[in-house]
């Protein structure tokens, strides 16, 4: 999750991801961006990424 210091959110795409040994790409930049309204921020706030952690869950 992307988030200002104030806590406003900030709409996070993600754009390539990386699986043991191979990594691979969605889309180029401009088409992931395609639709998107920018986020607008406060001069000198800070932007925070929060690490969400996801367990598999086995029986």
Do not use: H, K
């Amino acid at each position: 999750m992307i988030q200002t210091e104030s806590g406003t959110p900030i709409p996070a795409i993600q754009g390539s991801y990386c699986w043991e040994s191979m990594c691979a790409d969605y889309a180029g930049d401009m088409e992931l961006l395609e639709g998107q309204v920018p986020v607008s921020v406060l001069v000198g706030e800070n932007i925070l990424f929060i690490s969400v952690q996801m367990y598999r869950l086995t029986s």
